[in-house]
């Protein structure tokens, strides 16, 4: 296996004009609800990523016809049943977005598959989903523990059930209302906090009723797509890192393009305002049922906050560059409520606390959450375990640190940013990368 490791140093400033790449949520969502339209879909945008590149892959086995044409994704859809029968297991790599919204999709199809992953995906929790789809008739397990690979049987008969998630989790809420496609009757999802509605956007982009009052959705069984225009934002998950180097740069002065805005995805936004830091929504628009906007962001000073829990959903991805923002404010940082973090590709909570420490930052760890109290960041040698975003976020950290910051394991930063080293450039960083071979 291909290792790859940095050595990162801030040189400058962040300043100018940049774009991150392709919402990565947006695209995978496109892929899958475009496969399974009626007729041609055009997606621009589509994030190039090794996660969304193996929810194509899968769908590419299954009979769906996917060509990239300029800078289109050109897919030609089989419709509602029109999926085939993969030849072998799907392999969808680090990618548990991949594998949870797969999971209701195929839980109604008249074939038998097998859902499988790399190491760190076969270890994430996915009970989430198949207790709630066999609840609707599916015929889906997993190992001992819940985890994957998952064997989803053909042929089941599924039911439309009315389901009030425990846990807030957009991907447990799109994997009941992709089933919900192929059930009986009406699936209701309640949701116990702010969930990512895009599933609910695409689908009625693509000819599908689903209702939404207050946390609940609503979708009937039975509905067909129609293929046709898809434009996907730059991802806000990715701006972030912009946002954050900005935030934490005294003198940055940067605008970051056509970044979704949903928001359900903006908590990353409203807790850096919160601590302080000049940001500014520009020329606000809507591209494909998704509010897109400028993002300019200045430097200044930051203070350390109470996070308000009810942000936790809609920031969840974007706290490991987040806790880099807290150790470059004044004060001390607080957060609970956000257990979650320790399954993500990563114990995040444990992995952030870890490389922080070893930059000279005071950081108490919870089983929920952490405090960070900002202070002089040094360098030092941090692991990333393999977690892109915390690969990202110790990279945008070297900006402040008093010298290089080694950061091992940054492979499957290609997951969700590729070509983030060109784009760290812009942003005031010097990237050095070395690659190797791990065991």
């Known amino acids: 296996m291909s290792r790859v490791d940095w050595d990162v ?43 969304c590149l193996a929810t194509m892959r899968a769908f590419q086995a299954m009979g769906v016809s996917i060509a990239r044409r300029g800078d289109q994704l050109v897919v030609d859809g089989v419709g509602r049943d029109g999926l085939q029968p993969p030849a ?36 994430r929790p996915m009970k989430r989903v198949i ?53 009986s009757g009406e699936t209701v999802v309640t949701e116990p906090g702010v969930c990512r509605d895009h599933t609910e956007r695409m689908l009625q982009a693509l000819g599908a009723a689903v209702t939404r009052t207050g946390n609940v959705v609503r979708l009937a069984g039975g509905q067909s797509l129609q293929g046709g ?72 000073a930051l203070s350390g906050i109470d996070i308000d829990p009810e942000l936790v959903p809609l920031a969840i991805d974007e706290f490991p560059v987040l806790f880099v923002a807290a150790a470059c404010a004044a004060g001390t940082t607080r957060l609970r409520g956000a257990a979650e973090l320790r399954v993500k590709e990563s114990d995040r909570l444990a992995v952030m606390a870890a490389g922080l420490r070893a930059m000279g930052v005071a950081v108490t760890e919870f089983e929920d959450g952490i405090d960070i109290t900002g202070g002089p960041l040094t360098g030092a040698r941090v692991d990333s375990h393999g977690d892109h975003r915390v690969a990202m976020a110790f990279a945008i950290a070297a900006l402040r640190a008093d010298g290089p910051v080694v950061i091992d394991d940054c492979a499957n930063v290609a997951t969700s940013f590729p070509g983030f080293e060109t784009v760290a450039g812009q942003l005031g960083l010097e990237v050095a990368v070395r690659t190797g071979t791990s065991a």
């Open 9 to 51: 140093r801030g040189v400058a400033s962040p300043a100018g004009v940049v774009r991150v790449p392709g919402d990565k949520s947006i695209s995978h969502r496109a892929v899958m609800l475009a496969a399974i339209a009626e007729g041609r879909s055009d997606i621009s945008g589509f994030l190039e990523g090794e996660d």
């Open 229 to 300: 225009a898809i434009e996907v934002p730059a991802d806000i998950s990715s701006a972030a890192f912009a946002l954050v180097a900005g935030a934490i740069s005294p003198d940055a002065d940067l605008v970051i393009e056509a970044v979704g805005i949903n928001p359900t995805r903006t908590g990353v936004m409203q807790i850096l305002r919160s601590m302080g830091a000049a940001i500014e929504c520009r020329n606000e628009r809507m591209c494909g049922g998704e509010p897109v906007a400028d993002l300019h962001v200045r430097g200044g």
């Open 88 to 123: 072998e297991p799907l392999d969808l790599g680090n990618s548990g977005t991949s594998m949870r919204l797969l999971a209701g999709l195929l839980a109604g199809q008249a074939f038998d598959v097998t859902l499988t992953g790399d190491d760190s995906l076969r270890r």
């Open 131 to 183: 207790d709630p789809l066999r609840l609707m008739g599916a015929a889906i397990a997993g190992d001992d523990q819940g985890r994957a690979p998952l064997r989803i049987g053909g042929g089941a008969r599924l039911a439309g059930i009315h389901y009030d998630m425990p846990v807030a989790s957009a991907q447990v809420a799109s994997c009941l209302l992709l089933a919900g496609l192929y059930a």
